[in-house]
């Protein structure tokens, strides 16, 4: 997504007050230890049908109207799904069952009109959908009619938002540069609208003006959020009694690495990585694993970390599945080979609810799949047109 610079001094004024230094010393009280570095050197098969209920295929409908191309975004609840289309910067909005419904205001600078979208989250309780646009502005609500509502001034620091159910948020950091910084990773505000607390990670010796947040991953979870970024190793939780470490993933990567993703003057810098440094793409949990997607190198990795046991496996994602992809997020088959109903491999991105996440599945990705011998058993649901739009699989998890 383009970013876009704006006045520091707005910045300022309006995050400053929620900022605060801290840099976590690891030990075992502050998080599960995660030996990522010892088990990425392993290449042992993951199942994941021991923790499936079921899979739930959902077509989305395929009209002039609302032809997607680029899905970055996706939301869903009880009544319905909305997306977020990148190539024609749309919002969309499905069915429960996927038949199309409306396209959700327009892109544009007039008011109720957005550009650039970061991210698009719900409000159940209200029923009202939010679209975040990246930089300082201030996010677009709309109701689940349509009709644009308001401007929320009090989110233009944040990238996103999860709601609970007693009124509280967790804002996760808005990434803006080239000078601008996110002042946090993630934070907690009150039903009443004030911060509680919020969680800076810059490593404690770089100094201020050159910290910068960059691949913030802000994941629901369990009635809570995940919150995690690159210049320091422990995923976050947030809850409604605060923010704390949940794992502490042990990458072992060199300090300058963590130095150096933070540092605004290093962003265009390739030599913080190198063949040995263990990155996060991305993750997410169940009731009774984490998964994590990874690369050392080249590599792309699965681990998968057992809560009950601390029993880590790592399995090496095949190059065909790289090669079947086109974008993360969205449209990827970067995941697992799938031995539950021999569907498309496994990594479901988005939140979907209680014990659910979702998984985009696009045309073209089972034709390239098909190509290299693979999905000769798979579900029926999975045989549907080029010009198709995506499917959404839902996976149910094991409470």
Not at 50 to 72: A, F, G, M, Q
Not at 80 to 100: A, C, E, P
Not at 221 to 241: G, H, K, Q
Not at 315 to 320: C, S
Request: overall charge neutral.
């Amino acid at each position: 997504m383009k970013n876009y610079i704006y006045s520091l001094g707005l910045l300022f004024t309006v995050c400053l007050t929620f900022f605060s230094c801290h840099f976590n010393k690891h030990s075992v009280d502050e998080g599960l230890l995660v030996p990522m570095r010892e088990s990425i050197q392993k290449n042992t098969p993951v199942s994941f049908k021991d923790d499936i209920l079921k899979v739930e295929y959902v077509p989305l409908e395929t009209t002039d109207s609302c032809l997607i191309s680029n899905l970055l975004s996706l939301q869903i609840n009880k009544n319905y799904i909305f997306v977020y289309n990148g190539k024609t910067d749309q919002v969309l909005q499905f069915s429960r069952d996927g038949h199309f419904i409306r396209v959700v205001g327009c892109a544009g600078n007039g008011p109720g009109e957005y550009v650039n979208v970061n991210e698009i989250c719900v409000d159940n309780k209200r029923n009202e959908l939010y679209i975040f646009q990246s930089g300082m502005k201030a996010p677009l609500v709309y109701s689940f009619d349509g009709a644009f509502l308001r401007k929320d001034s009090t989110l233009q620091c944040a990238g996103g938002i999860y709601l609970f159910p007693d009124g509280k948020m967790a804002l996760e950091g808005l990434i803006m540069t080239p000078i601008q910084q996110a002042p946090w990773l993630v934070a907690l505000r009150g039903a009443d609208g004030k911060l509680l607390s919020s969680k800076n990670p810059y490593p404690k010796f770089l100094k201020p003006d050159v910290c910068y947040m960059r691949g913030i991953n802000f994941i629901p979870s369990l009635n809570s959020v995940l919150a995690f970024t690159p210049c320091n190793d422990t995923i976050f939780r947030v809850t409604t009694s605060g923010i704390s470490a949940v794992c502490i993933l042990q990458r072992k990567n060199e300090e300058s690495y963590y130095s150096g993703v933070a540092d605004i003057s290093r962003l265009q810098d390739d030599k913080i990585e190198s063949s040995t440094t263990i990155g996060v793409y991305d993750f997410f949990e169940t009731a009774h694993y984490f998964y994590f997607r990874v690369h050392k190198g080249v590599d792309l990795f699965i681990m998968r970390l057992n809560k009950a046991t601390g029993e880590m496996a790592s399995h090496r994602i095949p190059q065909d599945f790289q090669d079947c992809s086109r974008a993360i997020p969205g449209s990827n088959v970067v995941g697992l080979e799938n031995d539950f109903d021999q569907g498309v491999p496994f990594w479901p991105e988005f939140d979907a609810g209680k014990n659910k996440r979702a998984q985009v599945i696009t045309a073209d990705e089972i034709v390239s799949l098909k190509s290299k011998g693979y999905l000769k058993n798979m579900p029926q649901a999975l045989n549907v047109k080029p010009e198709s739009n995506p499917i959404i699989a839902i996976y149910t998890f094991k409470e």
